[in-house]
């Protein structure tokens, strides 16, 4: 099992930047990726970043240039860096991480940490 934890969130204005961090721990081995996703009311929940094992990071289109994934390999923990951010930006932010069991992908997910961005 993988337990993560979320911190990070918050009330930000429209252009502010938050910095959201997910620390992993229990039986880490074989992740194949880390990433983040968000769930905004009234919608599925949706990728915003991930980041392969050996380092390849992807983006939603409605993030690129403002967001950046990056992790910490010594403290297992994933970052997302969220600049000039947008109110469409509210949501609650999921961490996740894929580990590889012999022959099946197992999810972890987090808890969630709400991130709302005011006009």
């Known amino acids: 099992q993988v337990q993560l934890v979320e911190s990070g969130g918050g009330l930000v204005q429209a252009g502010g930047s938050l910095r959201l961090s997910c620390q992993a721990s229990?039986?880490?081995?074989?992740?194949?990726?880390m990433g983040w996703y968000r769930q905004a009311p009234g919608k599925q929940r949706e990728l915003v970043a991930v980041?392969?094992?050996?380092?390849?990071?992807n983006y939603a289109d409605s993030v690129k240039g403002r967001f950046t994934i990056s992790n910490d390999h010594a403290k297992n923990t994933v970052y997302l860096q969220m600049n000039s951010l947008k109110p469409e930006d509210t949501a609650v932010y999921y961490c996740?991480?894929?580990?590889?069991?012999?022959?099946?992908?197992?999810?972890?997910w987090g808890q969630g940490t709400q991130v709302t961005v005011s006009s």
């Open positions: 996740n991480v894929a580990q590889q069991r012999r022959n099946v992908e197992f999810a972890y």
């Open positions: 229990g039986s880490i081995f074989s992740i194949n990726a």
């Open positions: 980041i392969s094992s050996a380092g390849g990071t």
